[in-house]
């Protein structure tokens, strides 16, 4: 009798947790866990095919000495398709300055972002600042007005933190009329999460003597395009940091070198790079950068102001726009999801267009504001399929839809998109962006 191949798997009789072949993870992982579970669900033919197994082949790496080290790790030459990207540049006119690059979320797994993948965004370009130069100055409504070197905060307690930084415009075409021809990383890819470490904010802000009239403070970049927001006091004394280090590292320039702002859960723009000034005021200064732009439209002309936290949303990665199924079988539903309100505690998957969910498995370690990954087993039948995720955070808030979010905003903010995401599976195994 000839042996199967991952091709044509006999999966046995798995147990769906929903519509359209979505498995039960709890019974796939006690089925899997013995030998007789692991033969019945056909997952030891996916591991390799029978020609590949038998002989094993000596491969010519295996014969020769490897490539001597490197001051800087780089990744595997075979791994050189996983970058950023597109640059997107709202002016011609510019040849730097203003845009994007984004993160490549359906080639990457777990919750950190390597630091070379990082998303960026600027408003008007990448400075090249001499670190022994620099400076950050807080001063307003403070007792003791304070100028820090780089060196005398490297001198500080130190305090690390794993959060997500997402764009405000993350997501933004997707409040247009029609579905967008994209991938996760075009469409959502202003999104990522790393290992912050540096100062505490409030630390900083108690050596200085906060008056009693200041509420807010107005942070400013040292970037040519001097990107200042005004951030609640609250917020700054609460889980607010300057970090120095990304995932272990110094700050890239791209991402606020020698020192920026982090307010984690709230709006990217808001976590000013290359931060040099905090000016400590009784209201929000109601700055270009927060009255022009990155507010949140209403219908009838009104606006929400001042909407920092970003609400709770996930998005699958894998399979995706771009990622080709090749053929029917066993796969695994991968993806992220977040909250700038706190920890995600549900992730509900869909296979049928929201027809019907299933729970997906939240990989540990599960953090507030941070990026978290969940995982489901899908039973492809090869036929038609549109896939969900809709988040669900430890306040109660549910993702929406898209159709709930501009019944409540209309087609046309450009912030805070967080509806649901819906990917059409085709019978060749190609994905699309669909509205369902």
């Given at each position: 009798m000839a042996k199967k191949t991952s091709s044509d798997l006999d999966l046995g009789e798995l147990e769906l947790a929903a519509g359209n072949g979505l498995v039960d993870r709890r019974g796939f992982l006690n089925r899997a866990g013995s030998a007789a579970g692991i033969l019945g669900t056909g997952l030891a033919s996916l591991a390799v095919s029978p020609a590949q197994a038998d002989p094993l082949k000596v491969q010519d790496w295996t014969k020769t000495p490897g490539l001597g080290f490197t001051a800087y790790g780089q990744p595997s030459q075979y791994e050189n398709g996983v970058g950023r990207g597109p640059i997107v540049e709202?002016?011609?006119m510019y040849k730097t300055g203003p845009g994007s690059i984004r993160s490549p979320l359906q080639f990457l797994d777990g919750m950190i972002t390597p630091n070379g993948l990082h998303f960026e965004r600027s408003h008007n370009g990448i400075p090249d600042i001499k670190p022994d130069e620099h400076r950050l100055l807080i001063h307003g409504l403070v007792k003791r007005p304070q100028v820090f070197t780089l060196e005398a905060l490297s001198r500080y307690p130190m305090t690390s933190r794993i959060s997500f930084v997402e764009?405000?415009?993350?997501?933004?075409?997707?409040?247009g009329k029609t579905a967008a021809d994209g991938t996760a990383q075009t469409l959502h890819g202003l999104l990522s999460c790393a290992e912050w470490t540096g100062v505490s904010l409030a630390l900083l802000l108690d050596e200085a003597g906060v008056d009693p009239k200041a509420k807010w403070l107005l942070a400013e970049g040292a970037d040519a395009a001097s990107m200042t927001r005004s951030i609640p006091l609250a917020k700054a004394l609460d889980d607010a940091m300057i970090p120095l280090y990304q995932n272990g590292e110094r700050l890239r320039p791209s991402n606020g070198y020698p020192m920026r702002l982090l307010v984690p859960g709230y709006q990217g723009n808001m976590n000013v790079k290359w931060l040099h000034r905090l000016k400590l005021t009784e209201g929000p200064t109601m700055t270009r950068d927060e009255t022009s732009r990155y507010s949140l439209l209403l219908k009838e002309g009104k606006?929400?102001?001042?909407?920092?936290?970003?609400?709770?949303?996930?998005?699958?990665?894998?399979?995706s726009p771009g990622l080709t199924m090749k053929g029917a079988g066993l796969y695994e539903i991968s993806g992220l999801a977040w909250s700038g309100n706190g920890k995600i505690v549900r992730v509900d998957v869909s296979a049928d267009g929201g027809k019907s969910f299933a729970p997906a498995v939240l990989s540990e370690p599960v953090l507030s504001k941070a990026l978290t990954r969940f995982r489901l087993p899908w039973k492809w039948d090869g036929g038609p399929a549109v896939l969900q995720a809709r988040a669900v955070d430890d306040t109660g808030y549910v993702q929406p839809t898209r159709d709930a979010l501009v019944a409540a905003r209309g087609n046309s903010p450009a912030y805070h998109n967080n509806a649901i995401?819906?990917?059409?599976?085709?019978?060749?195994?190609?994905?699309?962006?669909?509205?369902?």
């Open positions: 709202p002016n011609a764009c405000a415009g993350n997501s933004g075409s997707l409040y606006v929400a102001q001042f909407k920092f936290p970003l609400d709770a949303k996930a998005v699958i990665t894998k399979p995401t819906n990917w059409a599976v085709a019978v060749d195994g190609g994905l699309k962006h669909v509205y369902a």
